[in-house]
């Protein structure tokens, strides 16, 4: 019963939204013709007489103007207009006429939760929506005190905005903290400390803890019974802070020197803490959550080593330090170790092992990225390019071992069509941020700032990248309600990267948009009343012979109809209503 009188309610409904979306017409037209019915009492011929006469003894000037007038205020929210579209992609008119009148006129308002008639196919399209626009955290992220700091201070602008560090320090506390921090008071101390939004309380903050770890290292004989009393009352343990040494290495130290020397000192913390957890791992959740961050700590610090090894020209140690560290924790698949060693490996142009290392993660059950992509195109590309030349193709054709590569190039502009401008470098580079959205700029750029030299490494690479890049965008059905060899282009890759990447910073933007209605709309005004303006300052007497015949044959069918309904209901009729 009860499911009875909800689908009723929900007919009654549908049945009161149809009436206001349609039947406003039919108002419409009742209006108009009551004003035509009240014409006589209203002095509607008159006021227009009226009107006419007075428009009649305006000079050319007023006319010049008007449109004048109308064509600096059409002017001005074309301009209004674009730089709306330019920075936020959409139309300020279009975005206001949909969020305020379309409820009015009855619409369906997009963000309201879908109801129970939803097949499983919207819900899988808007699932794959949203795992497609996750940001992920750069695995190539540059140091924030040796690198991104340095940059403000050269150029005097922030490479990283806000968002981006508030997902970094979102990061940080997920894996440098667990619920037993407050039990260990250096630990206590880098937790707020990762909270904090100024960089030189956080720094701070970590020299108080490293002061509070000297301390009882000083004073250890003495503290030994009451720290092992402790223990057993309520977990309470002092632990070398290794976290300390991360963040003073992350954002304190201004070499790549400086911070190595951080980080081996925090590895020395780490591993230190990581073998304590790993024995009591077992003997309840908090140990457990506790060996879980010991973890994340310790395989960070190996990664960050492994990169201030490759910043600092020893490749080889860090290719060692990586290999080492994909075996121990193979598990750890989060922080994309494996995209640091591809890229230290085609600095050894060792393409053999490069090759390997896509082998096993170049999957159709792994996610991708343009790291995979682009490198498995710049592996095919590297046996034909050298001696690769449209001209030649053009007459005999491509060559099965081309076509491998044009196919590995159209794959990889597939998944990120921004790459291709900032390796051909029609586009400028700036400092990657510290996450990326896959499939968006933000990723392009982090891709071709550090992989842009491996492919000038390769003889002719990008001549055959400029040649058959673009091909990639016949192959893509238009509009994109589908892809050809990945999930369809998401459509939220724009507004991400505009909060990852900085304002001066013009993000690239797939597929290309139209420009909105209202931009068309607005010039075209603002360029007719123009013209009319300069015609009428010109021209008045022509003008206004003009401005006649044209009020007057647009006028034409509409007194034709008045005629007609006047001979069939007369102005009389309203006087002989009121006699009635």
Same mark, same amino acid.
């Given at each position: 019963?009860?499911?009875?009188?909800?689908?009723?309610?929900?007919?009654?409904?549908?049945?009161?939204?149809?009436?206001?979306?349609?039947?406003?017409?039919?108002?419409?037209? %009742?209006?108009?013709?009551l004003v035509?019915?009240?014409?006589?009492?209203?002095?509607?011929?008159?006021?227009?007489?009226?009107?006419?006469?007075?428009?009649?003894?305006?000079?050319?000037?007023?006319?010049?103007?008007?449109?004048?007038?109308?064509?600096?205020?059409?002017?001005?929210?074309?301009i209004?207009?674009?730089?709306?579209?330019?920075?936020y992609g959409?139309?300020?008119?279009?975005?206001?006429?949909?969020?305020?009148?379309?409820?009015?006129?009855?619409?369906?308002d997009?963000?309201?939760?879908?109801?129970?008639?939803?097949?499983?196919?919207?819900?899988?399209?808007?699932r +794959?929506?949203? @795992?497609?626009?996750?940001?992920?955290?750069? &695995?190539?992220?540059?140091f924030?005190?040796?690198?991104?700091?340095?940059?403000?201070?050269?150029?005097?602008?922030?490479?990283?905005?806000?968002?981006?560090?508030?997902?970094?320090? /979102? !990061?940080h506390?997920t894996?440098?903290?667990?619920?037993?921090? $407050?039990?260990?008071?250096? !630990?206590?101390?880098?937790?707020?400390?990762?909270?904090?939004?100024?960089? +030189?309380?956080?720094i701070?903050?970590?020299?108080?803890?490293?002061?509070?770890?000297?301390?009882?290292?000083?004073?250890?004989?003495?503290?030994q019974?009451?720290?092992?009393?402790?223990?057993? /009352?309520?977990?309470?343990?002092?632990?070398?802070c290794?976290?300390?040494?991360?963040?003073?290495?992350?954002?304190?130290?201004?070499?790549?020197?400086?911070?190595?020397?951080?980080f081996? /000192?925090?590895?020395?913390?780490?591993?230190?803490?990581?073998?304590?957890?790993? +024995?009591?791992?077992?003997?309840?959740?908090?140990?457990?959550?506790q060996h879980?961050?010991?973890?994340?700590?310790?395989?960070y610090?190996?990664?960050?080593?492994?990169?201030?090894?490759?910043? %600092?020209?020893?490749?080889?140690?860090?290719?060692?330090?990586?290999?080492?560290?994909?075996?121990?924790?193979?598990?750890? @698949?989060?922080?994309?170790?494996?995209?640091?060693? %591809?890229?230290?490996?085609?600095?050894?142009?060792?393409?053999?092992?490069?090759?390997?290392?896509?082998?096993?993660?170049?999957?159709?059950?792994?996610?991708k990225?343009?790291?995979?992509?682009?490198?498995?195109?710049?592996?095919?590309?590297?046996?034909?390019?050298?001696?690769?030349?449209?001209?030649?193709?053009?007459?005999?054709?491509?060559?099965?071992?081309?076509?491998?590569?044009?196919?590995?190039?159209?794959?990889?502009?597939e998944?990120n069509?921004?790459? &291709?401008?900032?390796?051909?470098?029609m586009?400028?580079?700036?400092?990657?941020?510290?996450?990326?959205?896959?499939r968006?700029?933000s990723?392009?750029?982090?891709?071709?700032?550090? $992989?842009?030299?491996?492919?000038?490494?390769?003889?002719?690479?990008?001549?055959?990248?400029?040649?058959?890049?673009?091909?990639?965008?016949?192959?893509?059905?238009?509009?994109?309600?589908?892809?050809?060899?990945?999930?369809?282009?998401?459509?939220?890759?724009?507004t991400?990267?505009?909060?990852?990447?900085?304002?001066?910073?013009?993000?690239?933007?797939?597929?290309?948009?139209?420009?909105?209605?209202?931009?068309?709309?607005?010039?075209?005004?603002?360029?007719?009343?123009?013209?009319?303006?300069?015609?009428?300052?010109?021209?008045?007497?022509?003008?206004?012979?003009?401005?006649k015949?044209f009020? @007057?044959?647009?006028?034409?069918? %509409?007194n034709?109809?008045?005629?007609?309904?006047?001979?069939?209901?007369?102005? @009389?009729?309203?006087? +002989?209503?009121?006699?009635?």
């Amino acid at each position: 019963m009860a499911e009875v009188s909800s689908s009723l309610l929900e007919q009654l409904k549908s049945c009161i939204v149809w009436s206001w979306t349609y039947l406003w017409t039919l108002w419409f037209f %009742l209006m108009l013709f009551l004003v035509y019915i009240l014409r006589v009492p209203l002095k509607i011929n008159d006021n227009l007489s009226t009107v006419s006469m007075f428009l009649n003894t305006l000079t050319p000037k007023f006319y010049v103007a008007l449109t004048g007038t109308s064509s600096l205020i059409s002017g001005l929210i074309l301009i209004f207009e674009w730089w709306y579209f330019r920075k936020y992609g959409t139309s300020f008119i279009e975005q206001v006429s949909v969020s305020h009148l379309r409820p009015l006129l009855g619409g369906v308002d997009n963000t309201a939760p879908s109801n129970s008639t939803s097949n499983n196919g919207d819900t899988d399209s808007n699932r +794959q929506s949203v @795992s497609e626009c996750k940001v992920w955290r750069n &695995p190539l992220n540059l140091f924030r005190g040796a690198e991104y700091n340095r940059y403000t201070w050269v150029t005097g602008r922030e490479p990283l905005t806000y968002y981006d560090m508030n997902l970094s320090a /979102q !990061d940080h506390q997920t894996f440098f903290t667990c619920e037993t921090d $407050h039990l260990r008071p250096a !630990d206590a101390i880098m937790q707020k400390a990762w909270r904090e939004r100024n960089p +030189q309380a956080r720094i701070s903050a970590a020299h108080e803890a490293l002061e509070l770890n000297e301390i009882f290292y000083h004073w250890r004989p003495l503290l030994q019974p009451l720290q092992a009393k402790r223990r057993t /009352q309520n977990g309470i343990n002092f632990t070398m802070c290794a976290t300390a040494y991360i963040l003073l290495a992350e954002e304190e130290a201004t070499t790549i020197v400086e911070a190595e020397r951080l980080f081996k /000192q925090a590895l020395k913390a780490g591993e230190v803490c990581y073998r304590r957890s790993q +024995q009591l791992q077992h003997h309840g959740a908090q140990y457990e959550a506790q060996h879980r961050r010991d973890t994340n700590v310790l395989v960070y610090i190996k990664r960050r080593l492994a990169m201030c090894s490759r910043k %600092l020209g020893r490749t080889r140690e860090a290719v060692k330090m990586m290999r080492d560290l994909m075996k121990e924790f193979p598990l750890l @698949s989060m922080f994309n170790i494996h995209e640091n060693l %591809l890229e230290a490996l085609l600095e050894l142009q060792a393409y053999a092992d490069v090759q390997a290392v896509l082998a096993k993660y170049d999957d159709i059950s792994l996610p991708k990225s343009a790291t995979i992509c682009y490198t498995a195109a710049l592996l095919k590309a590297r046996a034909v390019s050298d001696k690769f030349s449209p001209e030649a193709a053009s007459r005999r054709g491509l060559s099965t071992a081309e076509m491998n590569a044009v196919e590995a190039i159209h794959r990889a502009v597939e998944f990120n069509p921004h790459v &291709p401008k900032y390796l051909l470098e029609m586009k400028s580079l700036i400092l990657p941020p510290e996450h990326i959205l896959k499939r968006g700029d933000s990723e392009a750029i982090a891709y071709a700032f550090f $992989h842009l030299q491996h492919w000038k490494r390769v003889e002719g690479a990008l001549n055959l990248l400029h040649c058959t890049w673009e091909g990639t965008f016949r192959m893509i059905p238009y509009p994109l309600e589908k892809g050809h060899l990945f999930y369809p282009y998401p459509i939220c890759t724009e507004t991400a990267d505009r909060e990852l990447l900085p304002s001066f910073h013009e993000v690239s933007v797939y597929p290309k948009k139209e420009l909105p209605f209202f931009i068309l709309f607005t010039a075209g005004l603002c360029s007719f009343t123009a013209m009319l303006a300069l015609l009428t300052h010109q021209f008045p007497e022509l003008m206004g012979v003009f401005a006649k015949a044209f009020l @007057s044959t647009l006028f034409a069918p %509409l007194n034709f109809v008045m005629e007609k309904v006047e001979s069939i209901l007369p102005s @009389s009729l309203w006087h +002989q209503l009121t006699r009635i």
